[in-house]
């Protein structure tokens, strides 16, 4: 009796081995899927940069809100705060929120791209186009 | 107002910045357009070694000889090699007086500019630009602001910076030639680490001192973060002008590397042989159109 369970667990071991086998190499997939999703991150947050007046500005939900608010109050120029906390003077509201907006969206979309290219894929070489 | 893209690179025997030089300043011809000139200061010797080269890629040159005191730098190649070199990187401080242009932007010879973000330094009303946020390609420096020691101050990168002829900017080059001069003190007095004279931290100093040496912020450039492949990495395919596969060393463990793509996207890749090896097609892709 005492061996029947013994080989019992060797037994249940080599399935554990396997499926520990089959995690860690799950595991290396998700290494590579994050890494590419955190350089993908980078990217875009790096794009999402608009420079007028002599400021910078980085791109971002809020940034497009305030400016809606801005138009839709009325207000044809005003002074806001940069990146560097830095006051640029906007002369032409409508314009510049046209300009943000644009590039939020093309940026965030070519985003959404690549990370469903990413995400559909288990196999780096089709992702990566090796 | 002129603009101009300054490039710096001098020979060792170890490695051509020459040849490196001109694979980055074909990328950043390719990438922006709102320059006037592409210029490369160099010396004498390095220039006689690769002139037909540097006249192709660059629309002027600067010869600068100054002496150079010994340097001794650790250049890695993944972790399959180590080697010692001299590293000449004692010149930048110099660029403010040896630059022709009213706004310049000064980028290492391993900065591979990829994406047009950086065009939007131009008519700035920052002085001077320079980031202290940077991304580890591999993930492995989780922090992204470095400091020249746990009790010292932020590190600010040199790899690019922008300036403009101004009142700021002379002062600021003024004091990193003092710095320089007088580095074992800063060195001491900044809890230094590392042997390594590096302009990374005589401009965080000089940025420190001329701030009146508090905390301060120093208006970064439109990029958000530097994105650095360190020298554990290795290039494995260039495809394009704007597009770069890399062989990023795992976290965990640096010897096994994980792929990644960079496309669109700025990448300062400081394993210079891994340059070394992909020379050719870099230069390729930088070639003017």
Not at chain 2, 204 to 232: C, Q, R, T
């Amino acid at each position: 009796m005492a061996d029947t369970s013994k080989e019992t667990e060797i037994e249940a071991s080599k399935e554990d081995l396997q499926r520990l086998e089959k995690a860690l190499d799950f595991s290396n997939t998700m290494k590579t899927f994050n890494l590419n999703k955190n350089n993908l991150k980078v990217k875009t947050q790096n794009l999402l940069s608009h420079s007028t007046a002599g400021g910078s500005f980085t791109v971002d939900q809020s940034l497009i809100s305030f400016m809606n608010f801005v138009v839709s109050s009325g207000k044809t120029e005003i002074t806001l705060l940069d990146k560097n906390d830095i006051p640029v003077h906007i002369e032409d509201t409508e314009k510049f929120l046209d300009d943000v907006s644009s590039l939020y969206f093309e940026v965030v979309n070519d985003y959404y791209n690549e990370y469903q290219k990413l995400k559909s894929s288990r196999k780096i070489e089709k992702v990566l186009e090796i | 107002m002129s603009r101009g893209i300054i490039i710096f690179a001098q020979n060792n025997e170890y490695i051509n910045y020459a040849e490196q030089a001109c694979a980055c300043a074909g990328y950043a011809r390719r990438n922006l357009s709102l320059f006037d000139e592409v210029c490369l200061i160099t010396n004498s010797e390095t220039l006689q070694s690769e002139e037909k080269l540097i006249n192709e890629y660059f629309d002027n040159v600067i010869v600068s000889d100054n002496f150079q005191p010994e340097n001794i730098r650790l250049f890695k190649d993944t972790t399959d090699k180590l080697d010692y070199a001299p590293f000449k990187n004692m010149s930048r401080s110099e660029v403010y007086k040896l630059s022709p242009y009213d706004e310049t932007l000064v980028i290492d010879s391993d900065y591979f500019i990829m994406n047009d973000i950086l065009d939007q330094v131009w008519n700035s009303d920052n002085d001077v630009m320079i980031n202290s946020k940077y991304r580890d390609i591999s993930g492995r420096h989780k922090e992204n602001i470095e400091y020249i020691d746990n009790f010292s101050i932020p590190m600010y990168w040199a790899t690019v910076f922008y300036f403009k002829k101004s009142d700021f900017a002379e002062n600021l080059f003024t004091l990193i030639s003092h710095i320089k001069h007088n580095y074992k003190y800063y060195y001491y007095l900044y809890n230094c680490s590392g042997n390594l004279y590096r302009n990374d931290f005589a401009f965080s100093m000089a940025l420190h001192i001329l701030n009146g040496s508090v905390a301060f912020d120093v208006p970064s450039l439109p990029i958000e973060y530097l994105n650095n492949s360190f020298d554990l990495d290795d290039i494995f395919r260039i495809n394009a002008y704007n597009d770069v596969i890399m062989y990023c060393a795992d976290a965990e463990q640096v010897s096994s590397h994980i792929l990644s793509r960079f496309k669109d996207m700025d990448v300062h890749i400081m394993n210079k042989k891994a340059i070394e090896r992909f020379i050719d097609d870099l230069l390729v892709n930088g070639e003017k159109a």
